[in-house]
């Protein structure tokens, strides 16, 4: 936990550059000291039809999904900061950041690497 969900237009960036992104975005989720690095999980989803504002421009939009229980300014925070990791990396791209909490009592996880089968983070 948490899982950081980054979909882009397609035509904006390439396999690299989606890579330094996803670095950034780790990055920043580690650096609010909020999760251990080992629970951060960063994915990115390409995105071959979509408007903004009723015209085709370029996008990032990230979906930070966490566990209940961080509290509203630790959640702004999270957000400010996966926003500032991106700005200066996706040129005029429109960028928005949703962090969105998931109930724990109803997230489940298994880990066979690690033997873990949830631990709170």
């Known amino acids: 936990m948490p899982h950081l969900i980054v ?6 960036a390439a ?7 996803l670095d950034a975005v780790h990055k920043a989720a580690h650096a609010s000291g909020l999760f251990p690095e080992s ?4 994915r990115a989803h390409p995105v071959a039809q979509y408007r903004v504002g009723g015209a ?8 930070v999904s966490l566990k209940s229980g961080r509290s509203l300014a630790q959640r702004q925070a999270l957000s400010e ?3 500032r990791a991106l700005q200066d990396r996706v040129g ?5 950041v949703e962090v969105t ?19 709170p983070d």
């Open 101 to 119: 909490e998931m109930e724990a009592a109803s997230y489940a996880r298994h880990d066979p690497r690690s033997g873990d089968r949830d631990r």
């Open 81 to 83: 900061a996966v926003l």
């Open 15 to 21: 396999g690299p550059e989606v890579a330094v992104w």
């Open 39 to 42: 629970h951060i999980k960063v």
């Open 56 to 63: 085709v421009r370029p996008f990032v939009h990230v979906e």
């Open 92 to 96: 005029e791209a429109v960028i928005t």
């Open 7 to 12: 979909e882009y237009s397609q035509d904006l």
